[in-house]
């Protein structure tokens, strides 16, 4: 196996099946898998993973018991990736914000010597689109905040598009990431980059959802404020 895309949803229906199918055309099916991590939704997001499963033989369903957040999902997702014998495994939002074309680019940087391709709207050529000034700036502001405490150059460090070699998710300690908001995209990269790993940063532009509601939460920004000086005070300490 190449690559799994890992495909979190909760109370995703309007965009699961046409996010599936967009990804089907962009993977090599022969070779690459797509599982969706479904957190018992309850609209039935997983009950139409489990149809386009029966349909599709490149994709699986992983079922969660109940909503605990985007890094617990995604953490399951890795582990499965990886005992499925997948050598890169990629991150993917099922809200259409990330383009199903960008996959294979990712893919591509890793096939070429990155350790972490990570999708970036904040490097030439990314960028965002259908965005406010008031949420351009507080993403901008964000990325500037976590670049500058963890003291690093990854400019994108909250982006969430991303494709991992295995060896990335082997050595990064899964167990050790507490992080459940958008937090855990700053701190997966940020235990890449301790590790010796190198990132490359792919610019893409950055869609905002049509359909569905977003799951930006206060508690999820809070999270992400206090978590990236804690991080860093784990690195000065040999914690991390």
């Not at 295995?166 to 995209?185: H, K, M, P, S």
């Not at 569905?212 to 809070?222: F, H, N």
């Amino acid at each position: 196996m190449r690559a799994v895309v890992c495909l979190p949803t909760y109370n995703e229906r309007e965009n699961l099946e046409p996010m599936v199918r967009a990804l089907g055309a962009q993977i090599d099916v022969t070779c690459d898998r797509v599982l969706v991590i479904d957190d018992n939704s309850p609209d039935g997001s997983g009950e139409i993973a489990d149809r386009l499963a029966g349909e599709l033989p490149w994709l699986d369903v992983l079922h969660r018991p109940g909503k605990e957040g985007l890094g617990p999902a995604y953490i399951a997702g890795f582990r499965r990736s990886l005992a499925a014998g997948a050598a890169l495994v990629l991150e993917v939002d099922c809200d259409f914000s990330h383009d199903p074309k960008d996959v294979p680019r990712l893919i591509a940087a890793c096939e070429a010597g990155a350790d972490v391709a990570l999708g970036s709207r904040y490097v030439e050529g990314g960028g965002t689109v259908n965005w406010g000034l008031a949420r351009r700036v507080i993403s901008a502001a964000g990325s500037l905040y976590a670049r500058t405490v963890l003291g690093v150059r990854v400019r994108d460090l909250t982006g969430g598009f991303k494709c991992f070699r295995r060896t990335v998710l082997e050595t990064i300690d899964l167990d050790a990431i507490a992080a459940r908001g958008y937090a855990f995209q700053v701190e997966t990269t940020y235990r890449a980059l301790r590790s010796g790993f190198t990132v490359v940063e792919v610019p893409i532009t950055f869609v905002d959802r049509v359909a569905g509601g977003s799951k930006m939460s206060r508690a999820i920004v809070l999270e992400a404020v206090w978590k990236v000086p804690a991080l860093r005070w784990r690195a000065l300490r040999g914690r991390l």
